[in-house]
Structures are given as structure tokens and as C-alpha cells.
């Protein structure tokens, strides 16, 4: 069996998890071997077993989380990487270069919905995204050139050791 896909960490996917490991308890299989395949630490699957056999199944149900409910639904915001892959072209920008400020301008016309900048790093975060700087470079720069000078007119006027010593 393939190990356990730690991409998403929300909590329907971890209980699911936890519901694995009890079938996998009841199949006889060891807890090392469920830890392997789970991929959670041993101490994990014995403290699950230990809550298996106080409360049943329904002490491994994940709790709900405290705090604010989402105000996009999951399907929504699960667009978020189609919407970033049509490039900031695609949504009237003058260059395809993605902010922060960019992103939660088009997310609220898209949703509906004002983000915090830290909130939509946090949403970023989740599906895998990350700040990326683009390469710096000249409009101008003839590649070929600068190659050029590299290897054939640079050497000439780069110091070279002497004999002597330093």
C-alpha cells in the first residue's frame, strides 16, 4: 500500500486517516506496520488504539475547529490555482506578474469576498503556491553578445597569477 498523502491536513482528512488506522487495528495488522503505511509516528497509532478502546469509533471523529467559519466554500477556493494559471494578463494587468494586492483583487471580484494579505498567504500556502521573484533582465540584452564577450574578449583583461607567488 502507497503511503499516506500528506498534501492536505484538514480535518475530514485526518479523521480519515484515524478511520484507516482502525480498520487497518481490526485487520490484525501491528501498529509499526500502520504507522509505516500511514506515515504518522508509532506513538501516534497507540495513542488512537488506546482512544479506540475507550470510546469507540466516535472518540477518533475529528472535533470541529474553533473560530471562524470560511467564508468561501472549499469549491470555490479550490479555483484559486486555475484562476492564478490564466496569468495576471488574462485579468486586465499590464504585466503577468502575480501580487498579493493583484490576487485579492481579482479573488473578490471572482468571490465576492475581501481576503486579509495575510489570510490569502495562508490560502496560498494550503495549494502548495508560493511568493516567486521573477528574473530581472534587460529587454535590450543580446544574449549572444554577452556570451561573446565571455569567452573571447574578457579573458584578455582578467588578471592572471603571476609566478612569484601572491
Not at 9 to 22: G, H, I, N, S
Not at 85 to 97: H, Q
Amino acid at each position: 500500500m502507497a503511503r499516506w498523502d500528506q498534501k492536505h491536513r484538514d480535518t475530514p482528512t485526518l479523521e480519515e486517516r484515524r478511520l484507516k488506522a482502525v480498520e487497518l487495528l481490526r485487520d490484525g495488522v501491528s501498529q509499526a506496520q500502520i504507522a509505516r503505511q500511514l506515515a504518522v509516528s508509532p506513538v501516534a497509532v497507540c495513542k488512537w488504539k488506546k482512544s479506540l478502546e475507550k470510546g469507540g469509533t466516535d472518540a477518533l471523529r475529528a472535533v470541529p475547529r474553533p473560530g471562524r467559519p470560511t467564508t468561501v466554500p472549499r469549491e470555490k477556493l479550490s479555483t484559486l490555482p486555475e484562476i492564478l494559471a490564466r496569468g495576471a494578463l488574462a485579468y486586465g494587468f499590464s504585466t503577468d506578474l502575480w501580487t498579493i494586492p493583484r490576487i485579492l483583487e481579482v479573488t473578490e471580484t471572482e468571490w465576492g469576498v475581501r481576503y486579509d494579505e495575510s489570510a490569502m498567504w495562508r490560502i496560498l500556502k494550503r495549494y502548495g503556491l508560493s511568493w516567486q521573484r521573477p528574473l530581472r533582465q534587460a529587454r535590450e540584452k543580446n544574449l549572444v553578445v554577452v556570451k561573446n564577450w565571455k569567452q573571447h574578449i574578457w579573458p584578455r583583461f582578467k588578471k592572471k597569477p603571476t609566478d612569484g607567488g601572491p
